[in-house]
């Protein structure tokens, strides 16, 4: 039993009442236009989920069509069993048999600057080279295929020519390491790797052929290895083992026919670590992963034939393989990859790229926009931003403050904001505004995505009343689910489906307010109890962002003799604002303003910056132990920056 128990029914004292019609002009071109549109679609879903995907599924190509449309035996779905299709003939031939040939698919600019326009065509073509090369390595349906790739197309490449011929891709951040590479490998159990020699971040080339060199050497299983010529940096090549990818390209033909795979064939594995623990090979399948990132992306972004769409997550995330690739590419919009860091050369990097390239729909992490504020507001102000749209964020709840400035600085007010709360776990999006239609409140995801049974359960499996906190969990299964953890079935139930029989726990704990939206409250695992109130940790937090001075906050509980836990709060200043006593005095009396005396935090530590996994969420698990004892002993692989735990650990910012 690894599912840590809230220790309380969890309350929450946050109140948001800022609300956000969706622009008139946005609303009057977009797929969903009105309620009443809006109230039919979802009415459909939760009354026939099974025909309501379907008829979704039925603008996809399918080479044979399902016998059913979903077989469910808690917890394993099956989602058009008996059909056959292909991810790779969805994201292009589809699109270059309807004319689009000669669309941009992929625009690319590298961190040194460089740009490419990839069409439609010409990855196909490309994809089509590199799965024959591939099955000339002797690459066959079913063999996991390990990517370690900088942000570039041949990434693309890489993956859809991997779904091409139903070899599964398990993609590893480019920013891991020799072991995270070897573990994950192992595990897998996987004999071939796509690399490049090395990729640009902040103005120097990662050493991706190396690390893949160093991992070979702990790893006897890897037999092949491709590199990919990026940086033109020097690289040790071992012959027999090592090729380069535009030597196997070059003689490679330029069509390849696509397998025909089985809905429910596995497409990727793609390993988490969460916050602890030993990475999970959390895997998906091919025809309702499809289903589920194609219409999502094309509801949820609300895309449009001519749309520049952005989103700056990696490849190597889920984000990357759901709303990089697959699910933009199935509908024939054009994604731009950004190879580099967002601040590399200045931290105006991201706004310049919008301007230059005139996005119109821009997806980035609640992270990212911290940082961003922290910075100050003039590195936006001075671009032209007009052609944005929408924009988007995922993967940590984007506290009110955070979501004011994006609306407001980045949006100019004119742009609908699309919280998206999913995980890794259910392939594709679970709560989010559709944005047309739902009015936004800053801090909230809104609403359940069509189908989607999302409900607020205590332990018990009841259903909560309106604004009292429990376990975000979802009833029904969905297309894009997860299949299982790759190896491991029973760590799949443990850890999913034991807290509440046949009911998918997402490990998160949330509220639904009197509207029916959700406000996620934090991971369950750091829940805080003080004085018998349970406390999600992202309330505390954004009630120290509201404060002016402040551009990040984390907090954790640590045990105090009279009140059970006290609360302490590691606090990112804005720039150019010094740390002082009076400011944390300050602070604390602003966190008992906001939300009462009880919440106050007992300690406030002043830090540069927080520690955060790869992907960019904070690790409160390590805050805590900083916290508890000074100093770290758990798992610190998917730490972002060891120097910042130093420091923390060494009190010498307090
Ligand atoms: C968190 C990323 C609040 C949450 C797609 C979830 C969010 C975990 C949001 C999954 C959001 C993601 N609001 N919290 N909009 N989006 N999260 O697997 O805790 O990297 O369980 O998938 O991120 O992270 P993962």
Not at 45 to 52: I, K, S, W
Not at 268 to 287: A, D, E, Q
Not at 313 to 323: F, R
Request: charged residues 25%.
């Amino acid at each position: 039993m690894t599912n840590p128990q809230p220790h309380t029914e969890l309350e929450s004292h946050l109140k948001e009442t800022r609300r956000f019609a969706p622009p008139a002009d946005f609303a009057a071109q977009a797929h969903v236009r009105t309620q009443a549109e809006y109230d039919a679609l979802h009415r459909r879903a939760l009354d026939d989920p099974e025909g309501f995907w379907e008829e979704v599924a039925a603008g996809l190509h399918w080479f044979r069509k399902w016998d059913r449309v979903l077989e469910w035996n808690p917890p394993n779905a099956r989602w058009f069993a008996g059909a056959r299709t292909n991810l790779s003939y969805n994201c292009l031939d589809r699109h270059v048999a309807a004319g689009l040939g000669d669309k941009t698919a992929i625009l690319f600019e590298g961190e040194p600057g460089d740009v490419r326009r990839v069409t439609f065509r010409e990855l196909l073509d490309e994809v089509c080279r590199f799965a024959n090369a591939l099955r000339g390595l002797g690459v066959k349906k079913g063999d996991r295929v390990t990517i370690y790739m900088p942000m570039t197309p041949e990434l693309a490449v890489a993956v859809l020519a991997c779904a091409r011929i139903g070899a599964p891709h398990s993609v590893i951040f480019g920013g891991f390491s020799v072991q995270a590479i070897a573990d994950r490998v192992e595990d897998a159990q996987s004999n071939v790797v796509i690399t490049a020699d090395g990729g640009y971040r902040r103005g120097h080339v990662v050493p991706l052929k190396a690390n893949v060199d160093e991992a070979c050497e702990r790893c006897e299983r890897i037999r092949t290895v491709v590199v990919f010529q990026r940086c033109k940096c020097d690289v040790a090549m071992k012959p027999g083992r090592d090729h380069w990818w535009h030597e196997l390209t070059a003689g490679a033909p330029a069509t390849c026919e696509p397998e025909h795979c089985e809905a429910e064939d596995m497409l990727f594995l793609l390993y988490t670590s969460g916050t602890t623990g030993k990475p999970k090979g959390i895997m998906h399948t091919t025809g309702g992963y499809m289903v589920h990132t194609n219409y999502t992306a094309r509801m949820i972004f609300d895309l449009k034939p001519d749309d520049v769409y952005w989103c700056s997550a990696d490849v190597g995330w889920v984000t990357g393989h759901s709303y990089v690739i697959y699910g933009i590419l199935s509908n024939g919009v054009t994604t731009l990859m950004y190879e580099g860091a967002p601040n590399h050369p200045g931290w105006d990097r991201f706004w310049d790229i919008i301007e230059r390239h005139k996005v119109t729909k821009f997806y980035t992490a609640p992270t990212a926009i911290r940082a961003f504020m922290r910075e100050g507001r003039q590195h936006a102000d001075r671009h032209d931003l007009s052609s944005l749209k929408l924009l988007g964020t995922v993967g940590e709840p984007i506290n009110p403050e955070a979501w004011l400035w994006y609306h407001e600085v980045i949006g100019r007010g004119r742009c609908p904001i699309v919280d998206t709360w999913w995980q890794t776990e259910t392939g594709g999006i679970m709560i989010t505004p559709i944005p047309g239609v739902i009015h936004t409140k800053p801090g909230s995801a809104t609403r359940p995505f069509f189908g989607i049974d999302a409900a607020i359960l205590n332990k018990n499996g009841v259903e909560q009343p309106p604004n009292a906190g429990g376990f975000l969990c979802i009833r029904k299964p969905w297309p894009g689910m997860l299949r299982g953890v790759y190896g491991d079935p029973e760590r799949f139930r443990r850890q999913y489906w034991s807290e509440i029989d046949g009911v998918y726990f997402a490990g998160d704990s949330a509220r639904r307010d009197e509207d029916g939206y959700f406000w996620i409250m934090g991971r369950v695992d750091d829940m805080i109890k003080v004085a018998g109130h349970g406390l999600g940790t992202m309330e505390v937090e954004s009630a120290l962002v509201s404060h002016s001075a402040v551009a990040e906050a984390a907090v954790v509980g640590v045990p105090h003799e009279i009140k059970g836990n006290a609360i302490v709060a590691f606090v990112t200043l804005r720039s150019g604002i010094e740390p002082t006593p009076a400011l944390r005095q300050e602070l604390m009396n602003h966190v008992t303003h906001t939300m009462g005396a009880f919440a106050r935090p007992e300690q406030i530590r002043f830090t540069q910056s927080l520690p955060k996994t790869r992907s960019g969420k904070i690790m409160r698990r390590l805050l805590k132990e900083v916290a508890t004892s000074g100093e770290v002993k758990g798992d610190t692989t998917t730490l972002e920056d060891f120097g910042v735990l130093v420091k923390l650990a060494q009190k010498d910012e307090e």
